[in-house]
């Protein structure tokens, strides 16, 4: 693993513009089941049933029940070293574009200071009447949750079928078209627009290393496969990443 570790710390120490994009993988090592993985979210239920508007419209109690099970699951799990290595890595490199499809917040309590959180956030909650949104972090008396206005309270994450954040998927964009290298951990590569960051920044010539316990859709795309735990490879990659700048 050394000389591919090597290599890729090259990668990153001559690279003038980094994106970073995380996906579940990058929790599971704090303790958070992935989506597709064996214990994956969605081997118990299926996806149409859980997230999406139309199923929050048709079973709202059902949904909320699901994220409250997974709110608080978060409330007692850490970042992990990968989170911490990436939080530093924004610090030693300078222009560095962290782009999550996670909802945990834990890229931003490693101290992660700028992360484009593509699929939403489990902590914040918006009105589907109002559109109110707020940071909550406890947990609700009874489900589902209703706002002042009387309106239903949703996550305020991206569902399948819906539209991501504008702004933040404008900033990636960007990120995507000017970087240099991207850095991918810990993602399926199945759900879009993000599976396409990688093969969008590979098309324009900027190298793409993938860090993965397994083979994935970006595989065969990626100049360097770092194949392993994200807790365990990317803090050894950022070693090896300040080795070579010393
Ligand atoms: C949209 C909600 C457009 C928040 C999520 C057909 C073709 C192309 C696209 C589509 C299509 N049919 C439908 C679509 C669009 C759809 C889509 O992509 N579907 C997929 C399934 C085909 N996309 C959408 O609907 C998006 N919106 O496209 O709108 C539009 C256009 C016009 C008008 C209207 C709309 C919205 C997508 C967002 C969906 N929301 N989450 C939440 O509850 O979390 S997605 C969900 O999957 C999570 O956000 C998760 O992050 C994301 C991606 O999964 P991964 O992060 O990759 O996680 P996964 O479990 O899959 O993989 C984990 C990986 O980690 C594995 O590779 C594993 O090996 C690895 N791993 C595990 N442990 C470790 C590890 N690696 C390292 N170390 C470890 N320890
Ligand atoms: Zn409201």
Redesign the pocket.
Known sequence: MTDVLETAAQILSRSKALAIL?????S??SGVP????KD?Y?QNYR?EE??TPQAFQRNPTLVWEW?SM?RNLLASVRPNP?HYAIAEMERLGGNLTLIT???DGLHQLAGSKRVLEI??N?WRIKCVRCNRKEERRESFEELPPRCVCGGLLR?D????????PKDVLSESYRAVESCDVMLV???????????SFPYMAKERGARVIE????R?AISSIADVTLR????E?VPALLEMWKQSLS
Do not use: D
Request: charged share 10%.
């Open positions: 995380t996906g579940a993988g990058i599971a090592e992935t989506f597709r993985g994956g969605w996806t859980l997230a994220y997974r990968a499809q996670n909802v699929h939403g489990i996550p994450v991206v569902w399948f079928g819906e539209m991501l951990v810990g993602t399926s590569g199945v759900v879009q627009p993000a599976a860090v993965n316990m397994e994935t392993g735990k994200a807790g490879v």
